[in-house]
């Protein structure tokens, strides 16, 4: 069994994510106790809400440093949603505000020029760009639930691993060495989302 500590940082609820965790064999520790975190084996950002209220959160926990020191030793580290957009330099939601810089690129808004509603809300597919391990037995346009309105410019096309068509195509899944990121919810997308967490506790 694999131990999982999956942070808080006073957004959202994250008992869905935890119980899809469980469900695939994980043993989760929720926490947001700086020293825990930095013992993981394995760790899940979750987030929901908005850019500059998570990282506020995040840094009124002292885990702004704590989460660049996990990725640092190589520990696998997955956001989720607004928790993938941490991963990035900075994002334009409730002004300007500075990510993690794990990834190189910003979080702006769907244009209101787009032929498209905002937030983006509902099942849409992925289509797989590079090999991935996170999306092994998924297929290439499978169904996954999104809920957002600001999305990730990925500036290094190489950390891209999988992108979604929503009146313009973006980055919908990433990763660089031990750093992994979904902006759509797996523990909401029914099969394929159990597949791609139980790929992300398996990934080397």
Request: proline share 3%; charged share 25%.
């Amino acid at each position: 069994m694999k131990d999982v500590i999956l942070i808080d940082a006073g957004t959202g609820n994250l008992r869905s994510v935890q119980k899809a965790l469980e469900s695939i064999g994980a043993n989760v520790l929720r926490t947001d106790d700086p020293q825990k975190v930095l013992s993981g084996q394995r760790v899940v950002l979750p987030g929901v809400g908005a850019f500059g209220d998570f990282m506020r959160g995040l840094r009124a926990r002292g885990l702004e440093d704590v989460l660049n020191e996990v990725a640092k030793r190589g520990v696998p580290l997955l956001g989720i949603c607004v928790g993938m957009q941490a991963l990035f330099d900075a994002g334009e939601e409730m002004g300007e505000h500075k990510g993690l810089g794990l990834l190189q690129g910003r979080v702006v808004r769907f244009a209101e020029s787009l032929p498209v509603k905002i937030p983006h809300t509902g099942w849409n597919q992925v289509e797989v760009k590079n090999e991935a391990p996170l999306f092994d037995q998924v297929d290439d346009g499978a169904y996954v639930y999104f809920n957002h309105s600001y999305y990730c410019q990925a500036w290094n096309s190489s950390d891209v691993l999988a992108t979604t068509e929503y009146g313009l195509n973006y980055a919908c899944a990433v990763r660089r060495e031990n750093i992994f990121g979904v902006q759509f919810h797996p523990e909401k997308s029914q099969r394929v989302g159990l597949q791609i967490l139980k790929n992300f506790l398996e990934a080397e």
